[in-house]
Nanobody, 119 residues
Framework: QVQLVESGGGLVQAGGSLRLSCAASGSTFSISAMGWYRQAPGKQRELVAIITSPGTTNYAESVKGRFTISRDNAKNAVYLQLNSLKPEDTAVYYC?????????????WGQGTQVTVSS
């Protein structure tokens, strides 16, 4: 089992910045990747960014060049720096951790943190 706790959301004007943090506890030694998803009202949850244990990253096209994901393996933490925010970035942001289970993986979720970008 893995527990994830996010922090750092809030209200910001368009063009502003935020930094999200997520701390993992529990069976953290099994985590292969950590990342962030988001879900806007009336929309499906979507991947924002993911980072593997060696440091490989993957970003949604809509956030490339604006968001940066980083990870501190020693602290079992993942961060998301959000720059040049747009109103369409408004959503609940969820931290996630993946643990391999054979040919697939089990995914754990945090409780979510609200990011609101005003125009």
């Amino acid at each position: 089992q893995v527990q994830l706790v996010e922090s750092g959301g809030g209200l910001v004007q368009a063009g502003g910045s935020l930094r999200l943090s997520c701390a993992a506890s529990g069976s953290t030694f099994s985590i292969s990747a950590m990342g962030w998803y988001r879900q806007a009202p009336g929309k499906q949850r979507e991947l924002v960014a993911i980072i593997t244990s060696p440091g490989t990253t993957n970003y949604a096209e809509s956030v490339k060049g604006r968001f940066t994901i980083s990870r501190d393996n020693a602290k079992n933490a993942v961060y998301l720096q959000l720059n040049s925010l747009k109103p369409e970035d408004t959503a609940v942001y969820y931290c996630t951790a993946r643990i391999p289970t054979g040919s697939y993986y089990r995914q754990y979720w945090g409780q979510g943190t609200q990011v609101t970008v005003s125009s």
